[in-house]
Each structure stands twice: as structure tokens, then as C-alpha cells.
């Protein structure tokens, strides 16, 4: 590319950019903010925080003094843990999850409550009476979770010069703890005084078994699953834990709110975040000598479903005239459900509807097809002016 050629591109990208600034701040081009793009997670947002095992917490500020030569180290949306070199000792244990989405066949649970809290005199010295009104929803959601043991050779075990295997890598006793963060997917038209999300129940709905040999070839309900995977969940329609903290004792949350039905709820019951657990009773891979020479091995998976509840709840402080029998209207939630990516797609459809935006956007393409042409051919322009002199004259 030729000086002069850098210099038309230059200006022209300075110019495109100028455009639009000027374009945004007019608010001739709206941002993309506007579109409404939705979050994936629904109700709770889980993490795969941290793990115990060798009688150690493993997470991200959390490494023991044996683990230096850990090749993964990976704790959060996802998981990967080799807690020593990459191709000998342990496997990677790994996890990932698809996040806790809003079940849209199933309609959520609702409860009602009120708690009078006497006669009130307002700032304008009106007498009133003042009515508490909770108001609680029981929301299904679901969640799926994969674990599973990935490795070379040298992580399936150990074994003699005569191959006599002695040793196989077993993560049993590790406890998987996953951290869930509420996040509000639901608002209302009358926005509560307060509202609270906590996770009321989560139980494993399917668990599906896997092997993968070392041709990474999968092989459904292999055989072998059965005595190389037991873990907590294991059986469908057992439970999970929930939990205030990390190591602590399990809590039902969900027994402690309705408990609070008819009366004032205590917020503290309440917590910025929980925590449940995956126990690991056997975790570990398969390998042997086919006619004591040839070594073959298989790494174990497991896909775990799981139905979640979820309870929000809501208060709202209502006035009412002395004297005046209440009758309060239940709220209605609106719950921010959908495919993002279908979102979005229709927020640039309806964004591309206006012609204002229609004109802004073939603007733009002629200002790139100008600078693409400028560096591509740069001679273009002055040969397309040479024929227009020609012409001319």
C-alpha cells in the first residue's frame, strides 16, 4: 500500500468514525442497549466454586502447597482441575452446565398473605390503616450438568514393566461446590418495597452414564459406568442440599418462608448467595491389557438433569382509609423469558424497520465499500476521473 493510499484510508476511517459519534449522540442511532437482549440464567446463577479433595479446598484464591505443578486450575461457569503435571498422575475432572432456564409449560405457584400493622398517621396527618402484603411465587426452572475425567495414558493409572496395573486414579471423596447467586428474572408494574429469590428445592429429574475409550468414542450406559461412577445425586428424585455457606450444614429454606405465612417476614433469612454440593463416591477411569499387552483405557462421563424451584418474593406497604375493609389485587409477574439470540435478532429486524436506520446503514456500507475499494484498488478513483475529463472534453 502506497503513502498516499494510507492516507486515504486514515481519513476515511476518522471520518466513518466522526459519523457515528455525531449519529449516537443525536440519537439518530440508537444503541444496541435498546434491543433488549436477555440473559441466559434464570432465577439462580450457578458456579462451580471450589472443590475439597486430598483434605484441601481447591478454588481460585484457595491452592494447597501440593498442588504447584497443577496443570488446570479453572473454577466458575465451567470447570477444569489437574492438580499435578498434564500427562501423568491425575486426570483433568471437569465440569460444565447449561444454565437454570425458566420451565414456560409449568405455571408458577402463587401465595398471598396480609399483616395489618395498625392505624399510621401519614405526613399530611391523614389517619390510615397500613396492610403488609407478601406475596410469593414458586417458579420451576431447570438445570443440566456434565462431569467427567479427561487425560493421556499416562493418567489412567500406573503399572509394572510387566503390566500389572497397581494403581488408579480415584477422585472418590471430593465434594464439588457450586455456588448460586440469585438473579432477578422477573419484575413487576408495581415494583415491590422488597423482594427476595432463594432456591426452594433442587432435585435431579434423569442421569445419563457414559465411557469414552481412548479413541474418544462414546459409548452410552456402558457397562463399565456402574462400578467406576457413584455419586450424591445419583437416583432419580433425590435432592440436593442447599446450603448458607460453604462446608456448612443443610437448611430448608423452602419450609423456613412458608413458615412466615400469615406473619411479617424476616428478611435475614435471606442471603446474597447460596451453595450446594456434588459428592464424588468413585470417580475414575477404566484401563487394562488386552492379553497383557496391549493397553486400552476409557474415561468416565455423566449428564446430570435436574428440576429446581425457585420461591420470589415480594412486599409491598399499602394504605388504606380507617375503616376500609381491604381487598387487595394479587400482582402479576412478568417473568424476562425467550431465546437471547432470537431476541436479539428481532430487536435489529424492528431496529432496521425505521428508515431513518435504513438510511444510516446503507450510509455506512458506501463508506466501507469506498475504503475497501480505496485499498484494494487505489488507482480506481483516479482512473474513474481521468475518464470523466475525457469525457468531458
Known amino acids: 500500500m502506497t503513502k498516499r493510499s494510507r492516507k486515504a484510508l486514515a481519513v476515511a476511517l476518522l471520518a466513518l468514525i466522526v459519523l457515528v459519534v455525531v449519529g449516537f449522540k443525536a440519537g439518530l442511532i440508537p444503541q444496541l442497549a ?10 439462580l446463577e450457578a458456579e462451580f466454586h471450589s472443590l475439597y479433595f486430598n483434605n484441601s479446598w481447591c478454588s481460585v484464591t484457595e491452592k494447597p502447597s501440593w498442588a ?6 479453572s473454577f466458575g461457569y465451567s470447570l477444569a482441575f489437574d492438580p499435578d503435571v498434564s500427562d501423568d498422575g491425575w486426570p483433568d475432572l471437569c465440569a460444565s452446565q447449561q444454565p437454570m432456564t425458566l420451565d414456560r409449560d409449568v405455571e408458577p405457584k402463587h401465595y398471598m398473605w396480609t399483616v395489618d400493622q395498625g392505624t399510621v398517621t401519614l405526613p399530611n396527618g391523614t389517619k390510615a390503616k397500613k396492610v403488609l402484603q407478601f406475596e410469593m411465587w414458586r417458579f420451576r426452572l431447570s438445570w443440566r450438568v456434565n462431569l467427567w475425567l479427561s487425560g493421556t495414558e499416562g493418567e489412567t493409572g500406573d503399572w509394572t514393566y510387566f503390566n500389572i496395573i497397581t494403581w488408579t486414579p480415584d477422585y472418590a471423596g471430593t465434594k464439588i461446590w457450586i455456588r448460586l447467586v440469585p438473579k432477578t428474572f422477573v419484575y413487576f408494574k408495581e415494583n415491590p418495597d422488597e423482594l427476595y429469590i432463594a432456591p426452594a428445592y433442587l432435585g435431579l429429574n434423569s442421569i445419563t452414564f457414559a465411557m469414552y475409550d481412548k479413541d474418544k468414542r462414546e459409548i452410552i450406559n456402558d457397562p463399565d459406568a456402574i462400578t467406576h461412577v457413584d455419586l450424591i445425586p445419583k437416583a432419580v428424585g433425590e435432592t440436593l442440599g442447599i446450603y448458607y455457606q460453604r462446608g456448612g450444614s443443610p437448611i430448608n429454606l423452602e419450609e423456613k418462608i412458608f413458615s412466615y405465612q400469615g406473619a411479617t417476614l424476616d428478611p435475614a433469612i435471606f442471603r446474597r448467595e447460596y451453595w450446594t454440593r456434588i459428592d464424588l463416591l468413585t470417580f475414575k477411569p477404566k484401563h487394562w491389557f488386552d492379553y497383557q499387552v496391549w493397553h486400552n483405557w476409557k474415561f468416565p462421563s455423566v449428564h446430570l438433569e435436574f428440576t429446581v424451584y425457585v420461591l420470589v418474593v415480594g412486599k409491598w406497604t399499602v394504605y388504606l382509609a380507617t375503616g ?70
Not at 504447584?68 to 486450575?73: D, F, G, P, V
Not at 424476562?336 to 456500507?365: C, H, M, R, T, Y
Open 34 to 43: 435498546e434491543i433488549g437482549y436477555l440473559t441466559g440464567t434464570q432465577g
Open 68 to 73: 504447584k505443578q497443577a496443570s488446570s486450575w
Open 324 to 393: 376500609e375493609v381491604p381487598k387487595l389485587q394479587p400482582h402479576v409477574p412478568t417473568s424476562q423469558e425467550g431465546n437471547p439470540i432470537g431476541d436479539f435478532f428481532a430487536g435489529i429486524a424492528k431496529w432496521l424497520s425505521n428508515p431513518v436506520n435504513q438510511l444510516w446503514v446503507f450510509f455506512i456500507i458506501i463508506v466501507i465499500v469506498i475504503i475497501v475499494v480505496s485499498v484494494m484498488s487505489p488507482g480506481l478513483w483516479t482512473a474513474l476521473a481521468m475518464r470523466q475529463r475525457k469525457d468531458g472534453g
